[in-house]
């Protein structure tokens, strides 16, 4: 069936680093794809949709500038946690939306640590 | 008070048991999402329905349109079965997810 991968699972960096996260679909294309984050015993949230070729939709109290998104081409987007701070550390997920009446595949993760 | 709220909040049950978790909703939605979340954090879409009842399994998914409720049905329930389900309600791929039921059964 199909798979998301996202890449890295686990990240510890230091404030003020810039940490990329990749989500990509592997045996099918994805025009949109959606990014998540869930801090700790709390629910997951959606932060942005990602079109391929267009600009991403953040939702509100998400800051764009900050939650870098490209959605480059069909099977790949990435997410660029830029000057991050301690807050910023969480479990951030993507997932990627097939056609029609079929559930979204989501990819394992990723813990993301600032220090 | 959540658009999404989902009961219990937490479930310990004995190996072989019925397990029921329930989720009711108060928005317009496109579909109903059951997901498995494990420790590690990936998760697994378990089920996506817009009406009636789905079974894969031993897992069994009923919603409610009318009434905006959903339950999930696990039978047989085992060890492995443990991890945190979720419900998520859709509006054309955008979810909105509840807090999630720990679930524990012991062998």
């Known amino acids: 069936g199909a798979v998301v991968s996202q890449h890295p699972s686990w990240v510890i960096c230091k404030s003020g680093t810039s940490v990329k996260i990749e989500c990509r679909s592997l045996d099918f294309q994805a025009t949109t794809m959606f990014w998540y984050r869930q801090f700790p015993k709390q629910s997951l949230m959606l932060m942005a949709t990602?079109?391929?070729?267009?600009?991403?939709?953040?939702e509100q109290g998400v800051e764009k500038d900050k939650f870098l998104i490209n959605h480059a081409s069909l099977t790949l987007s990435t997410l660029t946690v830029t000057s991050a701070h301690p807050e910023d550390s969480s479990f951030y997920i993507c997932s990627a939306k097939v056609p029609s009446n079929q559930p979204q595949h989501f990819g394992d993760g990723t813990r993301l640590s600032i220090l | 008070k959540n658009e999404v709220e989902q009961s219990p909040q937490n479930l310990t049950a004995q190996e072989g048991e019925f397990i029921t978790i329930n989720c009711s909703y108060s928005?317009?939605?496109?579909?109903l999402h059951w997901l498995q979340q494990h420790p590690g954090g990936g998760i697994v879409s378990l089920f996506m329905?817009?009406?009636g009842k789905k079974k894969h399994g031993r897992l069994i998914a009923t919603i409610n349109i009318q009434e905006k409720h959903s339950s999930l049905h696990i039978t047989a329930s085992h060890p492995r079965d443990s991890a945190v389900y979720i419900c998520a309600v859709g509006w054309w791929g955008k979810l909105t997810f509840g807090t999630g039921t720990r679930l524990t059964i012991i062998p």
């Open positions: 990602s079109n391929e070729g267009s600009k991403a939709t953040y």
């Open positions: 928005v317009g939605i496109s579909a």
């Open positions: 329905l817009s009406s």
